[in-house]
């Protein structure tokens, strides 16, 4: 048995013992005969002397602490015309050493390669495709190449080729099937020109017209059949080879053939060819459309940015604006990079980010937005993320990263594809060889006919194209919608999820605490407190410790320096403050702290009952006062509550509050499920109990301490008005602080996969119903024989139909529409 030798790079060493612990762990798999670690260059190398032996390394060195170092690449893919195709150049791919996993997508002709670093370079990989027929190369800076200029011009020169087909078919079409149709005018023909000069003018335009425009389909039909990997072009050629050979032999050698049978099918061959260049012509136009929506995104890009430096303003390139730069914008311009306003006043159309038209105001200390628009005013802003650190590019990227996805329906496609040409093969030699048995006279001619039909109506480029280009096209339109799905699986997720749980703070409501009662304890003065208060939050972020601080500013309290700051994540904060010890926290803080809360504790409790939250605050460990803060809750929360009803969804929330709290405002929205004061996580325990008893979960959310919830969702949506961890860690981003596109993203989801099923069911649906019908199926019933030129036909337009299908998404409209506005 041949040993593998694998290289890779490692993560997490630092010392010798580090190196030994990592090369034990890889040496107690079964089937490694060798296991090295280089702690200098963080390298490892292992011989071993099976392939499954390589995921064992893998998971027993993440195990102890040592993870193989993967990386990422996407590359470029051409040469692919159906599913076989891509099958193989994945296949090809995977092959490599040190490829994890292979991802193409059709549609968009572009390949996801994860790999571990230093057993191979992206290079490489690029090359197995290459080797295998299908070029690759790594695009330049990482950025995936954008198809619809390449389709552009893919499509301009199919359209020649069809045009030089269609010239060279014409002639050959009407001599043969116009003799049939018009009895008049094939006798003209006999009388004037003659069958055997008929046939050898068919043959010579027969003959240029396979040699050129249809030359693709043997230039690559050929070689795949010879390497035992058939795919979409190997069927045209063998189709359309066999007609043309049978005529030539008609032809030329009518002799050899039994008697009767010396029949031409040149026509069929040339109309075949043409029908299926048209289909190709019309697929690469419509293909060029799925990626409208990232063309679009590119396009708010401006090329020209109004740089202010050494005291002079000029007009760079965008690539030359440098962090830290002062731009000057001007009326109707748009933003060229993100950054925070300097100085003057003007109101910024935000909606390509938030989808909500109402154009934002923007003063000094505000941030902007690259692709949005100025309005009237003029501002001064400086450079803080130029490039592909804007959130332009990271949109764009995200969108990339969707588009590119595989869905779990997906796999069912791929095992169908995997066997579909060998399979139709077999069927079109079962067809000639039945047909040779039992068919009526000439047998050889039928035979003949219905294997090149059954060839020919084999579609696996509708197959291929039916879930990649409902992805590209859906989630491109979800992101014009404010809804990025940065994991395109999430689209099928999301679908499936029966339940959706949200958080509360800013999540369901604005995030904007205040500050609205105050009760104190005998012997404490509310402002003294409110001082305590503020110095221990001033170093939290949370919504509530700023409605705090902000209550404490607005009364022009002092705030001081907090020292021993301790943060009991769900629970509260203490530190001291001038000598005293000052905890402030939930009840669950006092009561860990042996505080009594004594007579505050009713009122707490009716500060709950109305939905507000209540704090407490301690003094050297004396209840000090309790503080009511209230959130108000984003108008369109209950609308979208109700809307996930009709969608027939489970609402549940999720929160750290108080149960009373929590209730108060899960009835006054509708919600259905509450579960309250959890840390985080206990939510992931709550979701987990919601997955047990109703179904598959989402979760909704915005803060740091929502990461683990989001992650541990079947499908995490995070608010974009939220923190960047809770951003990572989910699979859809809100890019609006508006629950409604909660709803929005749920249709979207259904949209998609209702889609993909017409896409699938036209495609499968097809071919089980039309290569009987070619094969004969129906002849010994009375029924029609499929001509070779309509199965063609046929072909041709199935790919068109599933591409046509899927540019329906791109009218899709916000399922979510509110009455009211945050704020009116």
Same mark, same amino acid.
């Given at each position: 048995?041949?040993?593998?030798?694998?290289?890779?790079?490692?993560?997490g060493?630092?010392?010798?013992?580090?190196?030994n612990?990592?090369?034990?762990?890889m040496?107690?798999?079964?089937? &490694?005969?060798?296991?090295? =670690?280089?702690?200098?260059?963080? $390298?490892?190398?292992?011989?071993?002397?099976?392939?499954?032996?390589?995921?064992?390394?893998?998971?027993?060195?993440?195990?102890a602490?040592y993870?193989?170092?993967?990386?990422?690449?996407?590359?470029d893919?051409?040469?692919?015309?159906?599913?076989?195709?891509?099958?193989?150049?994945?296949?090809?791919?995977?092959?490599?050493?040190?490829v994890?996993?292979?991802e193409?997508?059709?549609?968009?002709?572009?390949?996801?390669?994860?790999?571990?670093? #230093?057993?191979?370079?992206a290079?490489?990989?690029?090359?197995?495709?290459?080797?295998a027929?299908?070029?690759?190369?790594?695009?330049?800076?990482?950025?995936?190449?954008?198809?619809?200029?390449?389709?552009?011009? /893919?499509? %301009?020169?199919?359209?020649?080729?069809?045009?030089l087909?269609?010239?060279?078919?014409?002639?050959?079409?009407c001599?043969?099937? #116009?003799?049939?149709?018009?009895?008049?005018?094939?006798?003209?023909?006999?009388?004037? &020109?003659?069958?055997?000069?008929?046939?050898?003018?068919?043959?010579?335009?027969?003959?240029?017209?396979?040699?050129?425009?249809?030359r693709?389909f043997?230039?690559?039909?050929?070689?795949?059949?010879?390497?035992?990997?058939?795919e979409?072009?190997?069927?045209?050629a063998?189709?359309?080879?066999?007609?043309?050979?049978?005529?030539?032999?008609?032809?030329?050698?009518?002799?050899?053939?039994?008697?009767?049978?010396?029949?031409?099918?040149? /026509?069929?061959?040339?109309? !075949?060819?043409?029908?299926?260049?048209?289909?190709?012509?019309?697929?690469?136009?419509?293909?060029?459309?799925?990626?409208?929506? !990232?063309?679009?995104?590119?396009g708010?890009q401006?090329?020209?940015?109004?740089?202010?430096?050494?005291?002079?303003?000029?007009?760079?390139? !965008?690539e030359?604006?440098?962090?830290?730069?002062?731009?000057?914008?001007?009326?109707g311009?748009?933003?060229?990079?993100?950054?925070?306003?300097?100085?003057?006043?003007?109101?910024?159309?935000?909606?390509?980010?938030? #989808?909500?038209?109402?154009?934002?105001?923007?003063?000094?200390?505000?941030?902007?937005?690259?692709?949005?628009v100025?309005g009237?005013?003029?501002?001064?802003?400086?450079?803080?993320?130029?490039?592909?650190?804007?959130?332009?590019?990271?949109?764009?990227?995200?969108?990339?990263?969707?588009?590119?996805?595989?869905l779990?329906?997906q796999?069912?496609?791929?095992?169908?594809?995997?066997?579909?040409?060998?399979?139709?093969?077999?069927i079109?030699?079962?067809?000639?060889?039945?047909?040779?048995?039992?068919?009526?006279?000439?047998?050889?001619?039928?035979?003949?006919?219905?294997?090149?039909?059954?060839?020919?109506?084999?579609?696996?480029?509708?197959? @291929?194209?039916?879930?990649?280009t409902?992805?590209?096209?859906?989630?491109?339109?979800?992101?014009?919608?404010?809804?990025?799905?940065?994991?395109?699986?999430?689209?099928?997720?999301?679908?499936?999820?029966?339940?959706v749980?949200?958080?509360?703070?800013?999540?369901?409501?604005?995030?904007?605490?205040?500050?609205?009662?105050?009760?104190?304890?005998?012997?404490?003065?509310?402002?003294?407190v409110l001082?305590?208060?503020?110095?221990v939050?001033?170093?939290?972020?949370h919504?509530?410790?700023?409605?705090?601080?902000?209550?404490?500013?607005?009364?022009?309290?002092?705030?001081?320096?907090?020292?021993?700051? /301790?943060v009991?994540?769900?629970h509260?904060?203490i530190g001291?403050?001038? @000598?005293?010890?000052?905890?402030?926290?939930?009840?669950?803080?006092?009561?860990?702290?042996?505080?009594?809360? @004594?007579g505050?504790?009713?009122?707490?409790?009716?500060?709950?009952?109305?939905?507000?939250?209540?704090?407490?605050?301690a003094?050297?460990?004396?209840?000090?006062? =309790?503080?009511?803060?209230?959130?108000?809750?984003?108008?369109t929360?209950?609308?979208?509550?109700?809307?996930?009803?009709?969608m027939?969804?489970t609402?549940?929330?999720?929160?750290?509050?108080?149960?009373?709290?929590?209730?108060?405002?899960?009835?006054?929205?509708g919600?259905?499920?509450v579960?309250?004061?959890?840390?985080?996580?206990? %939510?992931?325990?709550?979701?987990?109990?919601?997955?047990?008893?109703?179904?598959?979960?989402?979760?909704?959310?915005?803060?740091?301490?929502?990461?683990?919830?989001?992650?541990?969702?079947?499908v995490? !949506?995070?608010?974009?008005?939220?923190?960047? =961890?809770?951003?990572?860690?989910?699979?859809v981003?809100?890019?609006?602080?508006?629950?409604?596109?909660? &709803?929005?993203?749920?249709?979207?989801?259904?949209?998609?996969?209702?889609?993909?099923?017409?896409?699938?069911?036209?495609?499968?649906?097809?071919?089980?119903?039309?290569?009987?019908?070619?094969?004969?199926?129906?002849?010994?019933?009375?029924g029609?024989?499929?001509?070779?030129?309509? #199965?063609?036909?046929?072909?041709?337009?199935? $790919?068109?139909?599933?591409?046509?299908?899927?540019?329906?998404?791109r009218?899709?409209?916000p399922?979510?529409?509110? $009455? %009211?506005?945050?704020?009116?």
């Amino acid at each position: 048995m041949t040993a593998h030798v694998l290289n890779f790079q490692l993560d997490g060493l630092s010392c010798a013992g580090c190196v030994n612990r990592a090369q034990k762990a890889m040496a107690a798999v079964d089937g &490694v005969q060798e296991a090295s =670690v280089n702690l200098a260059d963080t $390298s490892a190398r292992v011989t071993f002397k099976e392939d499954a032996a390589r995921d064992s390394v893998i998971a027993a060195l993440k195990s102890a602490g040592y993870p193989a170092r993967e990386a990422t690449v996407t590359l470029d893919v051409g040469g692919m015309t159906c599913a076989g195709c891509v099958r193989r150049a994945e296949i090809a791919m995977a092959a490599g050493a040190g490829v994890l996993s292979a991802e193409i997508n059709f549609a968009s002709e572009s390949a996801t390669v994860r790999f571990l670093e #230093g057993a191979i370079t992206a290079n490489q990989i690029a090359a197995l495709s290459t080797r295998a027929g299908y070029p690759a190369r790594v695009p330049e800076d990482g950025v995936p190449e954008d198809i619809s200029d390449r389709k552009e011009e /893919e499509a %301009k020169a199919a359209k020649r080729r069809v045009l030089l087909a269609a010239v060279l078919a014409f002639p050959v079409f009407c001599i043969e099937m #116009g003799g049939h149709m018009v009895p008049a005018f094939h006798h003209w023909l006999m009388t004037n &020109v003659g069958m055997q000069n008929s046939y050898l003018f068919q043959f010579v335009l027969t003959s240029i017209l396979l040699i050129g425009p249809g030359r693709e389909f043997y230039a690559k039909g050929i070689p795949a059949l010879l390497k035992g990997a058939p795919e979409m072009n190997s069927l045209v050629a063998l189709g359309t080879g066999a007609a043309y050979l049978f005529s030539v032999v008609s032809t030329f050698a009518p002799g050899l053939l039994p008697a009767g049978t010396a029949n031409v099918y040149f /026509e069929a061959a040339a109309v !075949i060819v043409v029908l299926i260049l048209a289909g190709r012509w019309m697929e690469a136009r419509a293909k060029g459309r799925t990626g409208a929506a !990232i063309q679009a995104l590119v396009g708010l890009q401006p090329r020209m940015a109004q740089v202010e430096r050494k005291g002079a303003v000029s007009e760079l390139p !965008i690539e030359e604006v440098a962090v830290g730069d002062v731009l000057h914008l001007r009326p109707g311009e748009r933003v060229a990079v993100d950054g925070r306003v300097l100085d003057g006043s003007s109101f910024v159309d935000e909606a390509m980010i938030s #989808g909500e038209p109402v154009p934002v105001e923007k003063t000094a200390g505000d941030a902007v937005i690259a692709g949005t628009v100025n309005g009237a005013g003029v501002l001064r802003y400086e450079a803080e993320q130029v490039g592909r650190d804007t959130m332009l590019a990271q949109i764009i990227d995200m969108v990339r990263q969707a588009q590119g996805a595989k869905l779990p329906i997906q796999n069912l496609v791929d095992r169908i594809t995997a066997v579909f040409v060998p399979v139709v093969m077999a069927i079109a030699a079962a067809t000639f060889v039945v047909w040779m048995l039992v068919g009526p006279e000439p047998r050889l001619g039928h035979a003949l006919v219905a294997a090149v039909a059954v060839l020919i109506i084999a579609c696996p480029c509708a197959m @291929g194209l039916a879930t990649p280009t409902s992805i590209m096209v859906g989630t491109g339109r979800a992101a014009q919608l404010g809804v990025l799905f940065r994991k395109g699986d999430a689209l099928q997720g999301l679908r499936d999820c029966d339940v959706v749980a949200f958080d509360k703070t800013g999540t369901l409501t604005m995030g904007k605490p205040s500050v609205t009662d105050v009760v104190l304890a005998d012997g404490f003065d509310d402002d003294a407190v409110l001082a305590l208060v503020a110095s221990v939050e001033a170093q939290s972020e949370h919504p509530l410790a700023r409605a705090m601080v902000a209550e404490a500013a607005a009364r022009g309290l002092d705030v001081v320096a907090c020292a021993d700051l /301790e943060v009991r994540v769900g629970h509260g904060l203490i530190g001291t403050v001038d @000598g005293a010890q000052v905890a402030v926290g939930a009840a669950r803080l006092m009561m860990a702290l042996e505080v009594p809360l @004594g007579g505050l504790e009713a009122r707490a409790v009716a500060f709950a009952e109305v939905g507000k939250t209540p704090i407490y605050v301690a003094v050297d460990g004396q209840l000090a006062a =309790v503080i009511a803060v209230s959130d108000a809750v984003k108008s369109t929360s209950e609308e979208a509550i109700k809307a996930l009803h009709n969608m027939g969804k489970t609402v549940a929330l999720i929160s750290g509050d108080t149960e009373r709290t929590a209730r108060a405002l899960a009835r006054e929205l509708g919600v259905d499920h509450v579960v309250a004061e959890v840390l985080p996580d206990g %939510k992931v325990l709550a979701l987990e109990e919601l997955r047990a008893t109703v179904g598959k979960a989402a979760f909704v959310g915005d803060g740091i301490n929502d990461a683990p919830a989001l992650a541990a969702a079947d499908v995490g !949506i995070a608010i974009g008005t939220g923190t960047d =961890v809770a951003i990572e860690a989910a699979d859809v981003v809100l890019m609006a602080g508006d629950v409604g596109g909660v &709803v929005t993203a749920f249709d979207l989801s259904r949209r998609v996969m209702r889609n993909i099923k017409e896409n699938l069911f036209w495609a499968f649906g097809y071919n089980v119903a039309l290569i009987p019908v070619a094969a004969g199926i129906l002849v010994p019933f009375g029924g029609p024989a499929l001509s070779p030129m309509l #199965g063609a036909g046929a072909m041709a337009l199935s $790919s068109v139909f599933v591409l046509t299908n899927a540019l329906r998404l791109r009218r899709i409209q916000p399922a979510f529409q509110s $009455s %009211k506005k945050e704020g009116a």
